[in-house]
């Protein structure tokens, strides 16, 4: 297992509403990334988080945003809900540019109903 | 942005068969990285490879990238029901503040 945690593990919400996802880091990773993933398909790169800013995006739209706390931990943000959200979301820790450092937490599955 | 496209999609083999699973790259690849999931979690890593030509080997799995760089294969020998799981390539961008999986390959090893 990695040192890395997501929560909740799973969440049930309805359109419209807002989630928030954290993830804590693997020690000596000061550098957070979140993915999507669908039923079926790979996970889909949403964001990443350096020293506590923004670092790099995917195509996703501003209603997903994020924070990066002092300690490198993170949340995930997505308001205004739609049913296509429902994924499981993964964050992976890592050392700066070194992906292949890149540590997976077990995820949190989200529900939109 | 990266495209990374992998067959076979799903893949059942009987275990101690040899399978391959490719990974085709829209783009030439600074760095391929190999993960294995188990259905709903998290991506353990595999293998990485940066070189063209380059070949790494752990346990009985094996992973090449194509000369030039935009082709790579995962190999496993005598399958067991332990690996078992989806097979994701992964890629970044040469800014290293982005990162693209592949469409994924699901693999049944029936006992």
């Known amino acids: 297992e990695t040192g890395v945690t997501q929560s909740p593990t799973h969440l049930i919400k309805t359109r419209g509403q807002q989630v928030t996802l954290r993830c804590s880091s693997q020690s000596g990773h000061n550098t957070v990334s979140w993915y999507q993933q669908a039923l079926g398909q790979g996970p889909q790169f949403i964001f990443q988080?350096?020293?506590?800013?923004?670092?790099g995006r995917g195509n996703f739209p501003p209603r997903f945003s994020g924070l990066q706390f002092p300690n490198y931990s993170s949340e995930l943000n997505v308001n205004a809900l739609e049913l296509d959200d429902s994924a499981l979301y993964l964050c992976a820790s890592s050392r700066p540019r070194e992906a292949e450092t890149q540590y997976f937490g077990p995820g949190t599955r989200l529900l939109v109903l | 942005s990266q495209e990374l496209e992998q067959s076979p999609q799903s893949l059942i083999v009987q275990e101690g068969k040899n399978l391959t699973i490719n990974c085709t790259s829209s783009?030439?690849?600074?760095?391929l990285y190999w993960y294995k999931q188990k259905y709903g979690e998290g991506l353990i890593f595999l293998m990485m490879l940066q070189k063209g030509g380059e070949e790494k080997s752990h346990e009985k799995i094996t992973a090449k990238l194509d000369e030039k760089k935009q082709q790579s294969s995962l190999h496993i020998t005598a399958s067991q029901p332990s690996h078992a799981g989806i097979y994701l390539c992964g890629a970044d961008q040469n800014t290293g503040n982005q990162f693209y999986f592949g469409t994924g390959t699901s693999l049944t090893v029936i006992p």
């Open positions: 783009k030439t690849l600074y760095g």
């Open positions: 988080y350096y020293r506590e800013e923004e670092n």
